[in-house]
């Protein structure tokens, strides 16, 4: 039986006359992502049609999700917010604190001991607030999320970037800040800019080595790392409905990597043979009583440019295994010569040393069987593999059924490291190198979803590719990066040529799934007892102080840092050794932006010191301009803020005193924690003026006092030589998130609402 079936009983019973009020409203057919939204306003009933990509709309979301690392931080915030239980289902995931190393039961011993405080800290909160609660080594909070509350035509937002994983379920599922989730988890609503839609439409069908991975491989080599901001991208046509869900999950999680607000399907025969498999038969008997609700209407399927903002058209038939990266996920390789060429002419190491498989993206039973047909033909056609394995279950319930029906055994027979079901490599938590920074150059492969510069093992000259299982598999065995499993021979043990067949698997366990422990607690009923502890003297943990709001008169601002080209949340505040600080601000922000290239020499974490013309890291640096009350600016490029969820990006800047942020472009959830965190995110109106920053600049705001919605800023930036220019910036805040801004924070807002 599903977990909060009442609650899911309630949306459906509200679907039918809401969605038909929507469509009259708008006037026209709808798209699944637009039944979902105007079923899910706050206001209930729809009166109005929005503006795609103009509207801020206030929704309420039927759930939250929250993974280890982010969760300190929301929880931390929500303990102020002076709320005796969360108003809507909660959960937290512990799966980002577990470093792989030495294999699953090693690994998880050492997390549990080294992070005890913090996994008793978030059990404790959850027991408190009415938060369920899985274990380390439960799983991947994706993953399980997918087994166990994901529902199609619901709304469910998660402090993870890949919250979005949940739409191959017919869910809209988005990744915000903490900030974002304390409102919901308060009882307030949650807002969102209206998003616009893409549609892409997959005719033909997926046949041998190509894999659900391949077809958003291909999507964002067609709109890039930033062409999905703002958008949905909703599925749809043959080649979607003869997917199986956790393909569809694939392909949604990785939308992530588009800039998507998220991406979903429509519910299908699929979703419902899923739903059953995992024990949710109630909620797929309840999903057809609306099922012609829970998918877009057909009109808007037979003619999709006239209710889509852009349609995609991919013939799954004629896709062929593809490779992304290294460092970006969008640059795109068809396996084999092409490779071959191109990573000699980029002088790529055209050897692989590790092949990686599973994370939040392809940990799926399906994925894991259809992976161990490439592994068993490497034993029967005696091949010697040339990479290292490393495979990551996605779930106690994947890992205990997979290793019921033989499959981890089989990668156990190639050597393979069976790490424990979490995270892992995928965001940086492997202990590979002892010095990754001086780490030899190298490529790997992996079925994960980024793969920007030292993502996975802090290694800057570690080539990271993406590929699905299957064919991640097939070249761990052949070890080669151009190597093409459906025309390239290998050479046995016999000295004999073999060639791998096409990969087999189940879309869902023939013996259907089983699991012995969960992992899962529930919390009390009233948890008005129970006693969160934080020490004063804690290293991980540190109870939140509100932040003093900046003001409407900034002037004498100096110039933190300008970086140079990508800047990612990875590179804005590292991951990997800094996860253990997640919980802690203070200490966190002692990576803040250390990652960031700056423009004016090259360098990482070497800025200018304005106040003693010394150079030194960025923290300290900002520390300096703490102490003597100077606030401080940073200026970006495009796409600022790319990658994870995490408010830290947002929470240590804000901490050390940066009162604003000025760019090109941001990405979404970047710049919602910005504005979170009563800072400034703004644009510069003439990208152009990017170029006018010098590195003794100081800044005087204008006219923030006129801080208004849809009215430009003014900033007159003042230059060492004295000369000055005067730079014209644009901002995205309405009437409330300005009074975040006037508040000092969001939280500080509901704090004193709930006074």
């Avoid at 795609?52 to 929500?78: E, H, N, S």
């Avoid at 949604?252 to 800039?259: F, K, Q, V």
């Avoid at 790529?348 to 069987?369: K, M």
């Amino acid at each position: 039986m599903a977990f909060d079936i009442d609650m899911i009983k309630k949306v459906y019973s509200q679907m039918v006359e809401r969605v038909d009020a929507a469509r009259e409203v708008v006037g026209k057919p709808l798209t699944l992502s637009e039944k979902i939204l105007y079923n899910h306003l706050w206001d209930g009933t729809p009166k109005t049609a929005f503006t795609r990509g103009k509207d801020y709309v206030d929704f309420a979301p039927d759930r939250i999700a929250c993974q280890d690392a982010t969760a300190q931080m929301a929880l931390l915030q929500f303990m102020q917010a002076g709320k005796d239980k969360v108003a809507v289902p909660t959960t937290v995931h512990c799966d980002h604190l577990i470093q792989a190393k030495d294999g699953a039961e090693k690994d998880l011993k050492h997390a549990n001991n080294v992070s005890k405080e913090v996994f008793e800290f978030l059990e404790s909160v959850s027991n408190k607030y009415g938060i369920g609660f899985w274990k380390p080594g439960a799983g991947i909070i994706h993953q399980v999320v997918l087994e166990n509350y994901a529902f199609p035509g619901g709304m469910m937002i998660g402090t993870d970037s890949h919250t979005v994983n949940a739409g191959g379920l017919g869910m809209v599922a988005i990744g915000v800040g903490g900030a974002d989730a304390v409102d919901v988890m308060a009882g307030m609503a949650w807002e969102l800019k209206f998003p616009k839609l893409i549609g892409v439409k997959l005719t033909g069908k997926l046949s041998g080595w190509t894999a659900p991975k391949d077809v958003i491989l291909k999507v964002a080599e067609i709109l890039t790392v930033k062409g999905g901001t703002g958008a949905i991208v909703e599925y749809f046509g043959p080649g979607a409905t003869s997917m199986s869900c956790t393909g569809k999950g694939t392909i949604c999680n990785m939308g992530a990597e588009i800039g998507a607000t998220t991406s979903t399907f429509g519910y299908d025969d699929s979703m419902e043979r899923y739903l059953r498999a995992t024990d949710r038969s109630d909620v797929a008997d309840a999903a057809n009583k609306v099922r012609e609700y829970l998918t877009a209407d057909p009109e808007v399927y037979a003619n999709p440019e006239q209710y889509f903002d852009q349609v995609i058209e991919i013939n799954l038939s004629e896709l062929n295994p593809l490779l992304n990266g290294p460092f970006t996920p969008d640059l795109s390789t068809p396996a084999g010569k092409e490779m071959t060429k191109k990573a000699t002419d980029n002088d790529w190491p055209l050897q692989v040393e590790w092949g990686l498989i599973g994370s939040c993206t392809n940990s799926s039973y399906e994925d894991l069987s259809r992976a161990s047909s490439i592994a068993q033909q490497a034993l029967d056609k005696k091949l010697k593999t040339k990479a290292e394995f490393g495979i990551n279950p996605g779930s106690e319930q994947v890992r205990y059924t997979t290793e019921r029906d033989g499959i981890l055994e089989i990668f156990e027979k190639l050597d393979a490291t069976i790490f424990t079901n979490a995270c892992g490599p995928c965001i940086g938590q492997w202990a590979r190198y002892s010095d990754p920074k001086n780490a030899p150059k190298n490529s790997i492969v992996h079925s994960f979803n980024r793969n920007f510069a030292k993502r996975a093992d802090g290694n800057p000259n570690t080539h990271a590719f993406v590929a699905s299982p299957e064919l991640t598999a097939a070249i761990a065995i052949a070890g080669r990066l151009d190597f093409n499993p459906m025309t390239d021979k290998l050479i046995n043990e016999d000295g004999e040529e073999v060639m791998l067949d096409e990969p087999t698997g189940w879309e869902l366990p023939p013996k259907g799934f089983e699991v012995k422990e969960n992992g899962y607690l529930e919390p009390r009923e009233d948890g008005s007892s129970v006693v969160v502890k934080v020490t004063e003297d804690s290293e991980r943990l540190q109870l939140l102080t509100p932040f003093t709001p900046i003001g409407d008169s900034i002037t004498g601002a100096k110039l933190l840092i300008k970086a140079f080209g990508k800047c990612t949340t990875d590179h804005i505040s590292m991951a990997g050794p800094w996860l253990r600080f997640r919980g802690h601000l203070d200490n966190i922000s002692n990576n803040c932006l250390i990652g960031a290239v700056n423009a004016y020499n090259k360098k990482t974490n070497f800025v200018k010191n304005q106040l003693t013309g010394e150079y030194g890291g960025v923290p300290d640096t900002q520390r300096e301009y703490k102490k003597e009350g100077v606030w401080t600016v940073v200026v970006g490029d495009h796409n600022y803020g790319e990658g994870s969820s995490r408010e830290h990006a947002a929470m240590e800047p804000r901490h050390l005193g940066v009162a604003a942020v000025i760019v090109k472009s941001f990405a979404r959830i970047h710049e919602t924690n910005l504005k979170k965190q009563g800072m400034l995110g703004l644009t510069f109106d003439n990208e152009a003026d990017y170029d006018l920053i010098q590195e003794d600049d100081t800044f005087n705001f204008l006219d923030l006092n006129e801080f208004a919605p849809n009215k430009p800023l003014h900033i007159e930036v003042v230059h060492s030589d004295g000369s000055k220019d005067t730079i014209k910036v644009n901002h995205t805040y309405n009437e409330a998130q300005i009074e975040w801004y006037k508040a000092g924070s969001a939280l500080n807002l509901i704090a004193a609402q709930n006074a």
